[in-house]
């Protein structure tokens, strides 16, 4: 497990959407955008339902995470995170993790997640590569 560096962990906590990619029955990538929070070291998305990429995970926990910063760096590139790592699901908790994170993502008076929702599912990444553009890489593209 690699821990993130501090830069990391500011971009995964600020308002900047995730693309994360799982791998589908055919080997394909399945790409879908994500809300992102951090735990500890791991990064972790809410599902209130059982989802492809959830689905995809369970058969195949390797996973890829991008968010993109918004910021041009040094080399005129925009700034973008790579994460590489193993997921894992943990049933329960989706909805009080989607509140946490709607007050990032949708302002100070989220009207989500929808009353009584189900109690959903966490998706959890461990990190074992971070690579990029930004304070986190090694270089330009890495």
């Given at each position: 497990?690699?821990?993130?560096?501090?830069?990391?962990?500011?971009?995964?906590?600020?308002?900047?959407?995730?693309?994360?990619?799982?791998?589908?029955?055919?080997?394909?990538?399945?790409?879908?955008?994500?809300?992102?929070?951090?735990?500890?070291?791991?990064?972790?998305?809410?599902?209130?339902?059982?989802?492809?990429?959830?689905?995809?995970?369970?058969?195949?926990?390797?996973?890829?995470?991008?968010?993109?910063?918004?910021?041009?760096?040094?080399?005129?590139?925009?700034?973008?995170?790579?994460?590489?790592g193993q997921a894992?699901?943990?049933?329960?908790?989706?909805?009080?993790?989607?509140?946490?994170?709607?007050?990032?993502?949708?302002?100070?008076?989220?009207?989500?997640?929808?009353?009584?929702?189900?109690?959903?599912?966490?998706?959890?990444?461990?990190?074992?590569?971070?690579?990029?553009?930004?304070?986190?890489?090694?270089?330009?593209?890495?």
């Amino acid at each position: 497990m690699t821990t993130l560096p501090r830069a990391a962990r500011e971009l995964l906590e600020s308002a900047r959407l995730g693309h994360i990619v799982t791998l589908s029955t055919d080997g394909a990538p399945h790409v879908t955008c994500v809300w992102v929070g951090v735990d500890g070291d791991e990064i972790v998305t809410g599902h209130l339902s059982r989802y492809q990429k959830l689905r995809n995970i369970e058969r195949d926990p390797r996973v890829a995470l991008s968010v993109a910063t918004g910021r041009l760096g040094e080399h005129g590139l925009e700034e973008y995170l790579v994460i590489n790592g193993q997921a894992r699901i943990t049933e329960g908790g989706a909805a009080e993790l989607l509140q946490r994170l709607a007050y990032r993502y949708m302002g100070p008076d989220p009207a989500f997640p929808p009353p009584n929702p189900p109690s959903g599912y966490v998706l959890r990444i461990t990190v074992d590569r971070i690579t990029g553009v930004g304070p986190w890489a090694g270089g330009p593209g890495d």
